[in-house]
């Protein structure tokens, strides 16, 4: 009753919304999608108490899902809705069977190799951060130490309990954020490795040109067309457009540390990089400026490969991005992440909370960009069951340690066993 709202858990937050509507007493709770976006033990505790409200208080519930998972919990009847229209009803089970039957299979993984470079090397990296509330500093995260070699061509699946460093994990490897101290190292050639994190170096902005990053809760702008969002990435990220623009930058007069920085706002999410180059009263236009587009038959040629791999239809490179399905959307940003050729993909969050046939599919399609073009991929993701299907190897992350490294099924298992909530 004390606490302020902002403050509380995703999984508590539900949990104070549901008891608000109870107060009024309602004969019928209608719940639409109550349980997104949190772990499963969160999920799980939000389910509980849906279920003893419906039998302890006597209240008919009305509960909208995509999570088979979340009605085999929780519902007594199921009704199928597709295009507006009820298309079957009946049994849980009967129908979560229906409606499952349309996943496509598991593809398999690639296999790996005995012999394989180490693509990135964390060696020795330490992050703090802190906050000022009324006063004080309150340390929020610390993540002391982290070592980690991570091979090419690996799928790597990063889970563990929320807010315990996972995206940080993420940043610190696009070298969005700055290690307190070590190296994040990226292989660039055959045996020579650049430090992503020093700042205005030609070699981090060559390491730069290698990875790709897709951000927790991205969206592309709805309004853009396709073809420019695969144009503007091209023109950021392709080496020898990078080398051009650090041509352009010296005869303007601008500084490699300038130029990197510029770089690394172009691969944080649209909201941070506006935010960013406001804050030194820049706008968006000074990349369009140093990087120019690539034309649209060129930007076609290196998208269509991509576009194939992760099957999505032609077309969609003439329409807008927001024409593309919630589960293309994912899709279309990773292709264009892929048509600059980076060699390391840095998905957080990628599933989102789509439905398990979408997420089956996206998880596919990651697989068989890593089969053809032997992309390292590191996918930080709450849904175990897609880090199991998808994953080579598996670590979790606690408390800002990396306290478990291995077997995809066997770091899920661990962290199932480990009990922790999302807090
Ligand atoms: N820039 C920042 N300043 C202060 N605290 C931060 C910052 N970025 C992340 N944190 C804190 O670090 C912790 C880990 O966050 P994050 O890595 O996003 O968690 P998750 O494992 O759920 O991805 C959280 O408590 C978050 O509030
Ligand atoms: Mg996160």
Redesign the pocket.
């Known amino acids: 009753q004390k606490y302020f709202y902002p403050i509380l858990s995703g999984g508590e937050k539900q949990r104070v919304l549901l008891a608000r509507q109870l107060a009024k007493s309602p004969s019928l709770l209608l719940l639409d999608e109550p349980s997104t976006m949190s772990d499963q033990l969160s999920r799980e505790q939000l389910l509980d108490s849906v279920k003893s409200v419906n039998e302890a208080m006597g209240i008919s519930v009305l509960l909208v899902s995509h999570m088979p998972e979340v009605h085999r919990h929780l519902s007594d009847r199921l009704i199928w809705v597709d295009k507006g229209r009820i298309i079957d009803e009946g049994e849980v089970e009967e129908i979560t069977g229906k409606f499952l039957a349309q996943l496509e299979p598991i593809k398999p993984l690639a296999p790996i190799k005995d012999e394989r470079d180490i693509m990135i090397d964390i060696d020795g990296v330490w992050k703090k951060?802190?906050?000022y509330t009324s006063n004080t500093l309150i340390k929020?995260?610390e993540m002391p130490d982290i070592n980690l070699k991570i091979p090419r061509g690996d799928i790597l699946g990063v889970i563990?309990p929320?807010?315990?460093?996972?995206?940080?994990?993420m940043r610190l490897l696009s070298g969005i954020e700055q290690p307190d101290r070590g190296y994040v190292l990226y292989r660039i050639g055959t045996v020579d490795f650049a430090n992503i994190a020093a700042i205005g170096s030609r070699r981090a902005i060559e390491a730069r040109s290698k990875l790709g990053i897709l951000h927790?809760e991205f969206t592309l702008p709805p309004y853009q067309l396709v073809q420019n969002a695969f144009a503007q990435k091209l023109g950021i990220k392709k080496l020898e457009m990078v080398r051009q623009a650090m041509d352009i930058a010296k005869e303007q007069g601008i500084s490699d540390v300038t130029l990197d920085a510029l770089l690394r706002i172009a691969d944080m999410s649209e909201l941070e990089a506006k935010q960013k180059l406001e804050e030194v009263g820049l706008s968006m236009d000074i990349l369009d400026e140093l990087f120019p587009k690539f034309p649209p038959s060129e930007a076609f040629k290196a998208a269509k490969p991509f576009l194939d791999a992760l099957n999505l239809p032609e077309e969609l490179f003439e329409r807008h991005n927001g024409e593309a399905s919630a589960g293309e959307h994912v899709r279309l940003a990773i292709a264009v992440l892929m048509a600059a050729k980076p060699e390391v993909l840095l998905l957080d969050e990628p599933f989102g909370d789509l439905d398990p046939i979408s997420m089956r599919i996206i998880a596919n399609s990651i697989k068989e960009l890593n089969r053809k073009f032997n992309t390292t991929i590191l996918v930080?993701s709450h849904q175990l069951d897609v880090v199991r299907e998808l994953a080579h190897e598996a670590i979790m992350?606690d408390e800002g340690e990396i306290v478990m490294r291995g077997d995809p099924d066997k770091v899920c298992d661990a962290f199932i066993a480990l009990g922790k909530p999302e807090q």
């Open positions: 951060y802190v906050i929020t995260i563990g929320s807010a315990m460093g996972k995206t940080v994990l927790q930080v992350i």
